[in-house]
């Protein structure tokens, strides 16, 4: 009867052996705080579990287990005399808190899995600070290209009408007529490499009609040779920041130049969704669908998958249920500011 309403609350090494076991045998050690809320909940027969760590992005959840409820009670998990996180652990039925047993024993379990939490907050810490970097960037060059586009150009322009008004107002065959249009020309030329630069920093389209827009004439684009229907949940799109605009907007143009090269399909669909918690992006066509034994992708899915990754984000192509191929992309919230000057996070 202990063994059914409390596991092995009686057997607290066993659990922890388990533990150890299972982790061995993960995938990697992101793994752990699964592991720990399993145990928890399949070992000791706990309602719910989750381990929160604490980040420089603020507390985030790694893992939970069960049915996590509010007046949880938390565990901390300390390595090397700092508080790491917190195991968070949903009392029994009829219990405010766990009783001392399970205390004991809870307390057992966040003392042992404490180190393996603490080197994946590192890991959390680090990747914040990476989205972070990223996020800066693609603002950083969305205000140069603005700033390059709509005052140095302009100022250019102005500079070169200027020059030209001289030119026309000497005869062509003074000293100074070719000076001039030879500054002319100059002007002209840094005009033309001004917004070539301008345009290289971020996609011209995505200051122009915006996420949405951008990605309805890119569909547009592609009439006569593929079929491209565009949606958007909810429509139309709420502002994201800039880091994420680019990778949504670069995402689905080399993965519809993808389909278009590749796939023999006569149509595509590129959905973009956000929701609390990700921006999900996801293309799907009506062709062939990938090879069987594809050993690797080409630099066009290597380079869709590093720009995911570098905002902490999944990436994954298959073959669809019904044939052709879905790629599947998304993005977890990325500290920064909104274009709008709100923050993200």
């Known amino acids: 009867m202990d063994r059914f309403y409390y596991g092995d609350r009686a057997r607290p090494y066993h659990v922890v052996r388990e533990l150890a076991e299972r982790l061995s045998q993960a995938a990697g050690p992101g793994e752990a705080p699964r592991l720990l ?37 938390g565990f901390p998990l300390v390595y090397e005399g700092g508080i790491a996180g917190s195991l968070d652990v949903t009392p029994r039925p009829g219990y405010r808190v766990p009783d001392r047993q399970d205390q004991d ?58 020059v030209d008004t001289a030119r026309y107002a000497v005869p062509d065959g003074s000293a100074a007529a070719t ?8 002007i002209g030329q840094a005009t033309s490499e001004l917004r070539r630069i ?17 990605l309805r004439e890119l569909a547009d684009r592609l009439a006569g040779r593929l079929r491209v229907g565009v949606e958007f ?29 590749h796939s023999g399909a006569d ?6 969704r956000v929701v609390p918690d990700r921006v999900i992006v996801e293309v799907s ?37 019904g044939g052709g191929a879905v790629l599947h992309a998304s993005f977890p919230p990325v500290a920064g500011p909104f274009p709008d000057g709100t923050d993200s996070g």
């Open 37 to 73: 809320c399993d145990a928890v909940v399949a070992g000791l027969r706990m309602p719910g579990a989750e381990v929160r760590i604490d980040t420089r992005g603020g507390s985030r959840v790694l893992a939970a287990a069960g049915a996590p409820g509010p007046g949880g009670t």
């Open 105 to 162: 024993v809870l307390r057992f379990l966040a003392d042992q899995m404490a180190p393996a939490i603490a080197s994946l907050r590192l890991y959390e810490d680090l990747r914040a600070a990476r989205e972070q970097m990223v996020v800066a960037r693609e603002d950083a060059r969305r205000r140069l290209r603005r700033n390059l586009h709509d005052d140095l150009g302009p100022a250019l322009s102005g500079v070169r009408l200027h």
């Open 179 to 186: 000076p001039l249009a030879t500054a002319s020309e100059g």
């Open 198 to 214: 301008a345009d290289g920093l971020t996609p011209a389209a995505l200051d122009r009609l915006g996420l949405g827009e951008a």
């Open 233 to 261: 949940t909810p429509d139309p799109l709420p502002p994201l920041p800039a880091a994420v605009e680019v990778a949504v907007y670069l995402i689905g143009g080399e993965a519809l130049n993808n389909v278009v090269r």
């Open 267 to 272: 149509a595509a669909t590129v959905t973009v």
């Open 285 to 321: 066509d009506d062709g062939q669908g990938l090879p069987e034994h594809r050993t690797r992708g080409g630099v066009g899915l290597r380079s869709m998958e590093e720009r995911a990754a570098e905002l902490g984000g999944q990436f994954r192509i298959a073959n669809g249920p």
